[in-house]
């Protein structure tokens, strides 16, 4: 872990110094040992090689954060010109100091003032050198903003996604614990209706409910559960409801007995089921819940459809929505455009088709 995270760190400290080679010393080098010429001319250019590196990092670590980033433009143009011409004065004065120009530098310039006659080309000139500075100075401070601009938004793109992932994880967070109480409330209302009527009843519902409590207090919490640990969940919430049903109502469940096992939210699918079971039980007439759960190498195809009762019974449990509300909220948050959730109503039937797209989500 050490080593990666040191690699890391000196990768780019490893690139800097093979492109400062690479674009500036290993050419002159290259060009000057085939020619022969071991002239301070050589040395004149490592100089004006290290200028540019100077001005590069000076830019690149001081001027463009201190001034460039905080809005002050004019100030960091009249600071870059300034610094641009002093080292160009630093460089010919060390230069003319330390490497002087020798008899065999100037007949070297002297034969390439031939070379360049015989070709009828102009001979460049002794300002040559000055163009090519502040060309090569103006392309190198180019440079030095590109790569400082792109690590720049680089850092703010990573920034940006580690608030997102952490407004998702919170927002989540919320989401869930308000469906758990909800859910809970629910249960405990079914279960005191039973007490009164089946007492052995009760108790089993009771056992029931200590399974669904563990696993949403335990499991859940996790983050992803396994489809297997879901739909066991649903199964045990199922049999549950089952006890207070009557023969008017028509219950029909559905689950695949063999799949292949992915991760998956907890509690996605069971706001649906808890709605059916809400709002498509009645006790005077004839009403019906189905549950659908289909599992291919792809998807998961999940549809819960049940009667409905009387309209104006309806909306008077303010926590109606809640559940419903949350796991919409939910999908969009976990499957962007990776999900399809279809809901329709009529006068009598209330259908939910869901289907997942679980292809990022198998298990090894």
């Known amino acids: 872990m050490d080593f990666t995270y040191s690699s890391k760190k000196r990768l780019p400290v490893l690139l800097h110094i093979t492109a400062w080679i ?16 071991a002239t301070n001319f050589l040395y004149r250019v490592v100089v004006r090689t290290f200028l540019y590196l100077v001005l590069f990092y000076v830019n690149y670590f001081w001027l463009i954060p201190a001034l460039l980033f905080k809005g002050q433009k004019l100030r960091y143009g009249i600071i870059l010109i300034l610094i641009v011409i002093g080292l160009f004065v630093l460089g010919e004065k060390a230069s003319d100091v330390f490497f002087p120009k020798r008899l065999y530098d100037q007949q070297f310039e002297t034969e390439l003032a031939k070379i360049f006659q015989q070709n009828k080309r102009p001979f460049p000139s002794e300002t040559m050198h000055l163009y090519n500075y502040f060309i090569t100075s103006f392309l190198v401070v180019s440079f030095s903003l590109g790569l400082r601009f792109s690590n720049r938004y680089i850092e703010t793109e990573k920034r940006r996604k580690e608030l997102e992932q952490e407004r998702l994880n ?25 007490v009164q009527i089946n007492t052995d009843d009760a108790g ?26 879901e739909i066991e969940f649903m199964h045990n919430y199922v049999d ?6 009557t023969d008017k109502v028509k219950l029909a469940v559905t689950f695949p007995e063999k799949y292949t096992d992915v991760s998956v939210p907890p ?7 808890e709605n059916a079971f809400k ?14 759960l289909d599992v291919t190498d792809h998807a998961i195809m999940f549809t819960c459809c049940n009667s409905l009762g009387n309209k104006k019974e309806e909306g008077k449990d303010p926590a109606s929505g809640i559940g419903l509300e ?9 499957f962007p455009e990776k999900h399809e959730l279809t809901i329709t109503r009529t006068e009598s039937v209330y259908e939910v088709i869901l289907k997942i797209d679980t292809t990022q989500n198998k298990t090894a």
Do not use: C, D, W
Request: aromatic fraction near 14%; glycine fraction near 2%.
């Open 279 to 292: 709002h498509g039980i009645s006790y005077r007439e004839p009403s019906f819940i189905t549950v659908l």
């Open 22 to 37: 690479i674009l500036f010393i290993l050419p002159v080098f290259i060009f000057y040992t085939e020619s022969n010429h």
């Open 240 to 245: 549950l409801m089952k006890l207070r049903l």
């Open 326 to 334: 949350n796991v919409k909220k939910r999908l969009s948050l976990l």
């Open 170 to 194: 919170s927002e989540l967070a919320f989401l869930k614990n308000q469906i758990s109480p909800h859910f809970f409330f629910n249960t405990l209302n079914n279960i005191y209706s039973l």
């Open 204 to 229: 089993k519902s009771i056992l029931k409910l200590s399974k669904l409590m563990r696993y949403m207090l335990y499991e859940s919490e996790q983050g992803n559960t396994m489809l297997s640990r």
């Open 267 to 273: 509690l996605l699918f069971i706001p649906f089921i």
